[in-house]
């Protein structure tokens, strides 16, 4: 890890270092182009870059050797029984030596970014009343999200189908995950969390990292759909916050691309 600039006092980000123990932004040793952009966008954050997993560095028969990665796993909790990819195993390799770190430590409260998100400095301010908002139970909260930032009709006819289809066993989804698809007003600046996608801007708590670690060994899912399916299992205390505060480079709203990069 390397540890970025001493934050100044007239960023509009140096408020993040008063509100969480830890900022990690999970990155690659070779993405220093990225790097270098990440350093501009959040000068004044006292973060630390976390160099995660690289596909173009490991091979994926040897982390199935060492049982690091369950491939068989990974097909049973996919909806469409598919093994993780090498970038998509990278990706949730890294995002785990997040929840190791903050577990080992017990930290109260880490943000996780990754490493081509988009600060939305407009929205910031409401950032420390979204954190003391939080119950003392947390696990996980979304500060960037795809994916149900708005719940529209359609969303509603979509879950009516799914819900039918999970009652008649069509599909992995059970019915009482289906209930959970859509988010629920908790309070001014947060809903309960439910099927959101992206893992490009979030916090967690110890008790939170230590769950997502325990369900991540061996490792069998892609990042962010480790935290849906623990979400929409109800084994998670996940929010959103409103409004977001972090967005994500060179994507079309409401389609976040994930950090996994081709091997």
């Given at each position: 890890?390397?540890?970025?600039?001493t934050?100044?006092?007239g960023?509009p980000?140096?408020?993040?270092?008063?509100?969480?123990?830890r900022?990690?932004?999970?990155?690659?040793?070779?993405?220093?182009?990225?790097?270098?952009?990440m350093?501009?966008?959040l000068?004044?954050?006292?973060?630390?870059?976390?160099?995660?997993?690289?596909?173009?560095?490991?091979?994926?028969?040897?982390?199935?050797?060492d049982?690091t990665y369950d491939?068989?796993?990974?097909r049973?909790?996919?909806?469409?029984?598919?093994?993780?990819?090498?970038?998509?195993?990278?990706?949730?390799l890294s995002?785990?030596?997040?929840?190791?770190?903050?577990?080992?430590?017990?930290?109260?409260?880490?943000?996780?970014?990754e490493?081509?998100?988009?600060?939305?400095?407009?929205?910031?301010?409401?950032?420390?009343a979204?954190?003391?908002?939080?119950p003392?139970d947390?696990?996980?909260?979304?500060?960037?999200?795809?994916?149900?930032?708005?719940?529209?009709?359609?969303?509603r006819?979509?879950?009516?189908?799914?819900?039918?289809?999970?009652?008649?066993?069509?599909?992995k989804?059970?019915?009482?995950?289906v209930?959970?698809?859509?988010?629920r007003?908790f309070?001014?600046?947060?809903?309960?969390?439910?099927?959101?996608?992206?893992?490009?801007?979030?916090?967690?708590?110890a008790?939170?990292?230590?769950?997502?670690?325990e369900?991540?060994t061996?490792?069998?899912?892609?990042?962010?759909?480790?935290?849906v399916?623990?979400v929409?299992a109800?084994?998670?205390?996940?929010?959103?916050?409103?409004?977001r505060?972090?967005?994500?480079e060179?994507?079309?709203?409401?389609?976040?691309?994930?950090?996994?990069?081709?091997?």
């Amino acid at each position: 890890m390397s540890a970025a600039p001493t934050p100044g006092a007239g960023s509009p980000l140096a408020a993040l270092g008063g509100l969480f123990d830890r900022v990690f932004v999970v990155t690659l040793a070779r993405a220093r182009d990225r790097q270098a952009r990440m350093r501009e966008r959040l000068a004044g954050v006292p973060y630390r870059f976390l160099e995660g997993a690289d596909a173009a560095a490991f091979r994926v028969e040897d982390l199935v050797r060492d049982g690091t990665y369950d491939p068989a796993r990974a097909r049973a909790v996919d909806r469409y029984d598919r093994e993780l990819r090498p970038g998509q195993l990278g990706c949730a390799l890294s995002h785990r030596q997040v929840y190791e770190e903050t577990a080992r430590n017990g930290w109260r409260r880490v943000l996780v970014l990754e490493d081509d998100v988009l600060p939305r400095l407009d929205d910031l301010a409401a950032l420390p009343a979204a954190v003391a908002e939080l119950p003392p139970d947390w696990d996980l909260a979304y500060l960037g999200y795809g994916n149900l930032r708005t719940v529209t009709a359609r969303d509603r006819a979509k879950q009516a189908l799914y819900l039918a289809g999970a009652a008649l066993r069509l599909m992995k989804w059970r019915p009482s995950q289906v209930l959970r698809f859509h988010p629920r007003p908790f309070s001014a600046h947060l809903d309960v969390a439910g099927l959101h996608h992206g893992t490009y801007a979030y916090a967690i708590s110890a008790a939170g990292a230590r769950k997502l670690l325990e369900a991540q060994t061996p490792v069998a899912y892609v990042a962010d759909q480790l935290f849906v399916q623990l979400v929409l299992a109800g084994k998670l205390r996940a929010f959103v916050t409103k409004p977001r505060f972090f967005d994500h480079e060179d994507a079309p709203p409401g389609e976040p691309r994930s950090f996994v990069r081709a091997g």
